[in-house]
């Protein structure tokens, strides 16, 4: 794919990094955000070990030269630097300088795009989707139950619930047959649009709502935007589900840590 596109599919996702990491800095202290050329670096030293929370994205070798400027960063919490890599930029070279750095690869991530579109196809029999508010009582309790964070620490849930209060986000419920089922959000910034978790509870899934979902923030994100992003971790049910949907891959991202 593309350089430019790759460019602008990462632009919405360092867009909601920068305001999601404002706000918690207020509350959690250390956290930051820092740009060290056109690697964006984000740190939480409330949760070290999260890794998509502690990571500097887009590292190139035109940046390799603030790599020790990016190593303390990270020091300054007691932190090892995990550094993003785009496929764009993966070469050779780049990989011997990390690895002369004690790092290796990690988890691979994907990057998907599609051109919003309207014309939303019929809803499955029983699916209703909604766009709710901030203050619904079942979006947030969805989304914890669907990625498995009921037991998850507070600090771990009161992160995740801010990144779904972030200025711009739209809130999306789906119903089965008038019961709370399914949520996901998208964030809408600069003429682009991110979905932003999406999650099913047990009970209901393989009854179409994440099909219903998707669909339906395409068909809003055809008034506001023209370019969706979404990320899922390579060859992941989640990326094959947006794939036969409509959307492609933008370009993978590999972590070395």
């Given at each position: 794919?593309?350089?430019?596109?790759?460019?602008?599919?990462?632009?919405?996702?360092?867009?909601?990094?920068?305001?999601?990491?404002?706000?918690?800095?207020?509350?959690?202290?250390?956290?930051?955000?820092?740009?060290?050329?056109?690697?964006?670096?984000?740190?939480?030293?409330?949760?070290?070990?999260?890794?998509?929370?502690?990571?500097?994205?887009?590292?190139?070798?035109?940046?390799?030269?603030?790599?020790?400027?990016?190593?303390?960063?990270?020091?300054?919490?007691?932190?090892?630097?995990?550094?993003?890599?785009?496929?764009?930029?993966?070469?050779?070279?780049?990989?011997?300088?990390?690895?002369?750095?004690?790092?290796?690869?990690?988890?691979?991530?994907?990057?998907?795009?599609?051109?919003?579109?309207?014309?939303?196809?019929?809803?499955?029999?029983?699916?209703?989707?909604?766009?709710?508010?901030?203050?619904?009582?079942?979006?947030?309790?969805?989304?914890?139950?669907?990625?498995?964070?009921?037991?998850?620490?507070?600090?771990?849930?009161?992160?995740?619930?801010?990144?779904?209060?972030?200025?711009?986000?739209?809130?999306?419920?789906?119903?089965?047959?008038?019961?709370?089922?399914?949520?996901?959000?998208?964030?809408?910034?600069?003429?682009?649009?991110?979905?932003?978790?999406?999650?099913?509870?047990?009970?209901?899934?393989?009854?179409?709502?994440?099909?219903?979902?998707?669909?339906?923030?395409?068909?809003?994100?055809?008034?506001?935007?023209?370019?969706?992003?979404?990320?899922?971790?390579?060859?992941?049910?989640?990326?094959?589900?947006l794939r036969s949907r409509g959307f492609g891959i933008t370009h993978l991202r590999t972590l070395w840590q």
């Amino acid at each position: 794919m593309t350089g430019s596109l790759a460019a602008a599919a990462e632009s919405i996702l360092t867009a909601k990094a920068e305001l999601d990491y404002q706000a918690a800095a207020a509350v959690y202290p250390g956290t930051s955000f820092r740009r060290f050329g056109r690697v964006a670096a984000t740190r939480l030293p409330a949760l070290p070990d999260a890794a998509p929370y502690n990571k500097a994205r887009g590292l190139s070798l035109d940046d390799i030269h603030r790599l020790d400027d990016i190593t303390a960063f990270y020091s300054e919490t007691g932190q090892r630097p995990r550094l993003e890599i785009w496929a764009g930029d993966d070469t050779a070279e780049l990989r011997s300088r990390l690895g002369a750095r004690g790092l290796s690869p990690a988890a691979g991530t994907a990057t998907l795009h599609a051109r919003p579109r309207t014309g939303v196809p019929a809803l499955p029999p029983g699916v209703q989707v909604d766009e709710v508010g901030r203050d619904n009582s079942h979006y947030l309790d969805i989304l914890f139950q669907g990625y498995g964070m009921v037991s998850s620490s507070g600090t771990a849930r009161d992160v995740f619930a801010r990144e779904h209060g972030t200025p711009g986000l739209r809130r999306y419920l789906a119903m089965v047959d008038g019961r709370p089922a399914a949520a996901a959000a998208m964030f809408v910034h600069g003429g682009l649009s991110l979905f932003v978790g999406a999650a099913t509870l047990p009970a209901f899934r393989r009854r179409g709502c994440q099909s219903a979902l998707i669909h339906r923030r395409l068909g809003d994100a055809a008034a506001v935007s023209d370019l969706t992003v979404v990320t899922a971790a390579a060859g992941s049910a989640s990326s094959a589900n947006l794939r036969s949907r409509g959307f492609g891959i933008t370009h993978l991202r590999t972590l070395w840590q």
